[in-house]
């Protein structure tokens, strides 16, 4: 039995002993979850430093503050969530229990990405533990230090029966999708993505998939340039633009393309100073492989800012591309890194027009001034997710929903979300062994007499309020005890 089989074993008959069902057992994990993000923020910070070059207070700001307020959030309204949910009634159920059960599904298999790795690793699990599951947790190989860090530390913290850490290459993954799963939330890209629904097919196992895409960041005339540039630039620089939902390409009229270019360039310097490579805010390129991937997208485009790089550092400067064409390198795959590409239209519609001729992206992002215009671009495209005005930040919103749609994902989480992405909510219907004569109306032999009134109970919608319910009950007596009579006196 392999090591992946064992692991996975292990977190299935943990999961059946019932323990993780028990509210106040799921509370204490989670708050151990969060004593570890608290303790082992050095462990953390200096793990991404070596896999990211990321900063000592980047660290808190772009992971461990969102996981911290996540955990808040369902130790807050566990027991809420986890109640039975009371659903509306129909002339057939009025005296009967009608409601919604959460479950937990079984054990889920998290598989993590590198970028963020512990917002979009530990981010999920959250959301599986609040829901009672078992989980096997997978972080990216590719963030390796990151990775020996999970594997090392979090088993002194949670349940490592029913919370197993698994690490490894391509190898040990597909030994994980070779087990039956009762959910796999998996964070990547697409191409894994279609491994993973193909080995989840053979099981019939759920899947959420959270994925990416070409984001575009359209740009209106009426606008404060200014502001939008400073917040296209923040949210297309972060992580050295390793991050799903950065602003993948800008749209703007022609006669905007020069100030975008130097309000994102005063706006670089700002940031990253004169010299990014020495700024200690700004990051590195993962690995040479996605280094040269990079710069072989730079084929045939105009740099208008940056261009910067070294192989050996898998440096790349913050970089702009002027007068960029919808058949360019850089526009025929997701960019995943801190390179930004300007492409002119010459009006919201032909900016609406590229848009919906290609995959739906993971996020919109739209800067007007005009909120007619707003609310037409949000009706009028899809996406996984909207913001105006400001990029990014609408992942940290945990009353939204965050996922996407078509080829940039499946499923969502964040918050209550999470929760019941993760959990099976069951209907349920308890009905007394009374008032039968209401139901002679489904019993043979069939007439026109009892299908009016199947008509009249079924289809018949009303919103019942404490009278509406008593004088219906009274109605229902009156109507059992007529039967009655009919049937006993004639």
């Known amino acids: 039995m392999s090591r992946e089989q064992k692991a996975v074993d292990r977190a299935r008959k943990a999961f059946l002993t019932g323990r993780s069902k028990s509210l106040e057992y799921r509370i204490t994990q989670l708050k151990n979850l969060l004593r570890f993000v608290k303790e082992r923020q050095m462990e953390i910070s200096e793990g991404l430093k070596k896999d990211l070059r990321r900063s000592e207070c980047g660290t808190p700001l772009y992971e461990t503050l969102g996981l911290e307020s996540e955990i808040n959030l369902a130790v807050r309204n566990l027991k809420q969530w986890a109640a039975p949910r009371p659903v509306s009634k129909s002339m057939m159920t009025i005296s009967d229990q009608v409601y919604i059960q959460p479950e937990p599904l079984g054990v889920v298999l998290v598989i993590g990405a590198w970028n963020y790795p512990w917002a979009v690793t530990i981010g999920p699990l959250v959301g599986a533990m609040a829901a009672g599951n078992a989980a096997v947790i997978k972080p990216s190989e590719v963030s390796s230090h990151t990775s020996k860090v999970m594997e090392d530390l979090l088993p002194l913290y949670l349940d490592k029966e029913l919370y197993p850490v698994v690490t490894g290459g391509v190898t040990e993954t597909q030994e994980l999708l070779k087990q039956r799963f009762d959910h796999i939330f998996y964070t990547g890209n697409g191409t894994v993505a279609k491994i993973i629904m193909e080995a989840a097919a053979k099981h019939l196992t759920p899947t959420t998939l959270e994925l990416g895409g070409k984001s575009p960041c359209y740009i209106d005339k009426n606008c404060d340039l200014s502001i939008a540039c400073r917040r296209i630039a923040w949210g297309k620089y972060s992580n050295c633009g390793q991050t799903c939902i950065a602003p993948d390409y800008i749209l703007c009229d ?237």
């Open 254 to 490: 022609p006669s905007m393309q020069d100030r975008v270019i130097e309000e994102i360039k005063k706006n670089i310097k700002e940031f990253y100073t004169e010299d990014p490579k020495k700024c200690q805010d700004y990051g590195r390129i993962i690995n040479q492989r996605h280094f040269k991937r990079l710069m072989a997208l730079l084929d045939g485009s105009t740099i208008a800012v940056g261009g910067e790089n070294e192989e050996s550092e898998c440096y790349i400067g913050p970089t702009v591309l002027r007068d960029v064409k919808p058949d360019a390198k850089v526009m025929q795959e997701e960019i995943f890194g801190p390179l930004l590409p300007i492409l002119t239209v010459s009006s919201a519609d032909e900016a609406i027009k590229f848009i919906n001729q290609r995959e739906k992206p993971l996020a919109l992002y739209i800067f007007s001034s005009d909120n007619k215009l707003i609310k037409r671009m949000i009706a009028e495209t899809s996406s996984g997710g909207v913001l105006a005005n400001d990029c990014l930040m609408h992942f940290s919103v945990t009353s939204l929903p965050f996922g996407g749609v078509g080829n940039s994902g499946m499923g969502h989480y964040h918050g209550k979300y999470g929760f019941d992405n993760l959990s099976h909510l069951r209907g349920c219907l308890i009905k007394q062994l009374k008032m039968e004569g209401v139901n002679k109306m489904r019993y043979p032999p069939h007439t026109a007499d009892k299908l009016g009134w199947a008509r009249f109970f079924i289809l018949k919608h009303v919103d019942f309020g404490s009278l509406g319910r008593m004088a219906l009950y009274i109605y229902m007596i009156l109507k059992y005890l007529y039967n009655f009579i009919i049937l006993t006196c004639f």
